[in-house]
């Protein structure tokens, strides 16, 4: 039995360490609050991970180090910089694998498939911030200092996840209500599952094959806004998804009043087009197969319609 210690009790934060506990590995969950999952083998702790040095005190002996944090989208530039730090410092002082939750922003603007092989041309704040990131961790990886590896995934799908779909157009579609979505609703998308992040994130924090670079989660196929609310419509047994194309300026106006809505326009092109992942490299070199997009559905629904599980 290895220590395993998670920053961040999100959706990925919390299935990574039920994942490990299930597997009769010994967790630390932080976050701010003390929140997540009440099972064995996986202790809640209150800590703010920005303190370098409290951090690298609770990850003291641990294996692996899972960074699954995600401060207020708003907050990025601020936020992000020294909880960054302090997962260097910590992994470096204990010697733990450290192992990112990142995402797709650091490409940019992509015409085509997103492969790992791209060069990180960021074109909005939130994508400098993540490049930033994983520049600085894999400079300390090089140098010898730590050893890390950064998985990316694309809009995720799963019970509490956020999102454009799951904020905006799933509850509408379960209320059978007419949905809005500041997309073209026919364009191919890929949506991740959280819980393959997670099996991701073990997968390659344990493998040194996975170390020193960047892989992108296992990934059902592409599917658009549209289909993906009219499939969730079968199998919630609500009303037919209706779905229509929000105006730009519907989002520009709602950011005046809401840090959410004004920190999603930078985001737009990937919604405007073909936003496509190809997660074949992990799939290949870990055998994990991608959930199906059913039963990241499933679960989906069911995570709004429940209240949250303990």
């Known amino acids: 039995m290895s220590l395993h210690v998670i920053v961040g009790a999100g959706p990925v934060g919390t299935a990574t360490a039920r994942l490990l506990a299930a597997q009769g590995e010994e967790v630390r969950l932080l976050s701010r609050r003390g929140g997540g999952p009440a099972v064995d083998g996986v202790r809640l702790i209150a800590a703010d991970a920005t303190d370098a040095a409290a951090l690298a005190r609770h990850a003291e002996g641990a294996a692996a180090l899972y960074s699954c944090a995600g401060p207020a989208y708003h907050r990025w530039p601020a936020e992000w910089p020294p909880l960054g730090a302090a997962l260097l410092h910590a992994a ?40 930033k990131l994983w520049a600085d961790a894999l400079a300390a990886h090089e ?51 959280a819980g393959d992040v997670a099996r991701t994130l073990i997968a390659a924090a344990a493998d040194e094959r996975a170390w020193g670079r960047a892989w992108h989660v296992p990934t059902a196929p592409a599917v658009s806004v549209r289909e993906l609310a009219t499939r969730a419509a079968e199998l919630a047994d609500a009303p037919a998804a209706r779905v229509t194309r929000m105006p730009g300026f519907a989002l520009r106006l709602a950011g005046f009043f809401n840090p959410m809505a004004r920190e999603m ?40 319609r429940e209240p949250a599980r303990p």
Do not use: C
């Not at 940019?108 to 074109?123: I, K, M, S, W, Y």
């Not at 704040?125 to 993540?130: F, N, T, W």
């Open 92 to 131: 470096e002082t204990s010697g733990a694998v450290l192992a990112t939750t990142g995402n797709l922003y650091a490409y940019g603007a992509v015409d085509g498939p997103l492969t790992e092989q791209l060069p990180l041309r960021p074109n909005s704040v939130k994508g400098e911030v993540r490049a």
């Open 143 to 193: 140098a010898g200092r730590i050893r890390t590896t950064e998985v990316r995934g694309s809009d995720y799908l799963g019970a509490g996840t956020l999102s454009v779909f799951t904020a905006l157009v799933l509850p509408k579609v379960l209320a059978g209500k007419r949905a809005s979505a500041p997309a073209d609703l026919d364009a191919p998308h890929s949506w991740t599952y």
């Open 265 to 304: 326009a930078e985001m737009q092109y990937q919604l405007q087009g073909p936003f496509v992942l190809d997660s074949s490299a992990a799939t290949a070199t870990f055998g994990i197969e991608p959930t199906p997009t059913d039963e990241a559905l499933r679960e989906t629904i069911n995570g709004l």
